[in-house]
């Protein structure tokens, strides 16, 4: 199973970015596909998540309001809109994914995703 994230880059302040991931893999069908991130010294965090059946999503306590995740089941994608953007957004993200379709208060944890993607930088800044 592979998992390509792409959409990262540099943006200022309030400014918009979009995340994708693609999972791909000879019979692999994804049920939950998350959303860490990493800042420089800090542990991963947890941003967001998708179930892949019924689109139940879940989002981390310090992008609520502002990042929205969706998936598209034909593609076999994920994607992150993220908006409103802050200097403390700014971190390495990283899309994960699993067979198992988590209910919500499994899919903040690393533990709960069996394969990851390579992480795309995202920089928040003026």
């Known amino acids: 199973v592979q998992l390509q994230a792409s959409g990262g880059g540099l943006v200022q302040p309030g400014g918009s970015l979009r995340l994708s991931c693609a999972a791909s893999?000879?019979?692999?069908?994804?049920?939950?596909m998350g959303w860490f991130r990493q800042a420089p010294g800090k542990e991963r965090e947890f941003v967001a998540a998708?179930?892949?059946?019924?689109?139940?999503?879940s989002y981390g306590d310090s992008v609520k309001g502002r990042f929205t995740i969706s998936r598209d089941r034909v593609k076999n994608t994920a994607t992150l809109q993220m908006n409103s953007l802050k200097p403390e957004d700014t971190a390495v993200y990283y899309c994960?994914?699993?067979?198992?379709?988590?209910?919500?208060?499994?899919?903040?944890?690393?533990?709960?995703?069996?394969?990851w993607g390579q992480g795309t930088q995202v920089t928040v800044s003026s």
């Open positions: 893999g000879e019979s692999f069908q994804w049920n939950t």
């Open positions: 994960a994914t699993t067979p198992r379709a988590w209910i919500v208060s499994a899919r903040t944890a690393v533990t709960s995703y069996d394969y």
């Open positions: 998708i179930r892949r059946t019924d689109g139940s999503t």
